[in-house]
């Protein structure tokens, strides 16, 4: 089923009202009207690290996996596995939450190394 045109789709194909004022912005928002419902998985990794198989085998509950960052050092803030941003690690009424820090250009977000 079509969605039906809003009063500001039909600003923006007009011209009226406020908002951008050029075509390309124009676009923009209507891309962006497009897309705002779709979700985007949001995940923080902590580090990662190369194992060989064998180590994998010996893993066992209370195992240790020691990681190159040091403790406090900022964590990837990645989007869809895309590395988009930085942050520390902040607690929320027992809950975790990441303080971003940092974010990547638009566009130049990179896969975790």
Do not use: F, W
Not at 91 to 101: A, E, K, P, Q
Request: glycine share 8%.
């Amino acid at each position: 089923m079509a969605k039906s045109a809003t009063k500001r789709d039909r600003e923006l194909e007009t011209g009226e009202g406020p908002g951008p004022s050029t075509p390309g912005d124009i676009e923009d928002e209507r891309v962006l009207s497009v897309l705002s419902d779709i979700p985007i998985r949001v995940s923080v990794q902590l580090d990662h690290k190369l194992v060989t198989v064998v180590e994998v085998l010996d893993l066992k509950v209370d195992s240790i996996v020691k990681l190159e960052r040091s403790a406090g050092e900022n964590v990837d803030l990645l989007l869809e596995g895309l590395v988009a941003g930085n942050g520390e690690i902040v607690v929320i009424d027992d809950m975790m939450g990441l303080r971003i820090t940092d974010l990547a250009q638009r566009g130049k977000a990179a896969r975790p190394q």
